[in-house]
């Protein structure tokens, strides 16, 4: 690989918002929040609505994800002008 041209690939904390749900992975994405895991090491952590932990396909059950206001921000945004 050339050096200087690929981003930094490090642990981080993907946190589950909607069932609170926490796991350590990598990941090249940036973020300026941390968290201090379980391993007492302080990592950057990562907000996501749905993972295999909330979503009704790994789960087998439905659970309600906050998504008020997504479809009518997309309608306004893509609406057709009369």
Known sequence: MKKGI???YRDVIFWD???DTKFKSRSTSGTKEKIT????????VIKVEV???SHPFFTGKKL???TAGRVEKFKNK???KA
């Open 17 to 19: 918002t909607s069932s």
């Open 64 to 66: 309600f994800v906050d």
């Open 78 to 80: 893509y609406q057709k």
């Open 37 to 44: 895991w379980e391993d007492g090491k302080e990592y950057p």
């Open 6 to 8: 690929h981003p930094e």
């Open 51 to 53: 993972s295999s932990a």
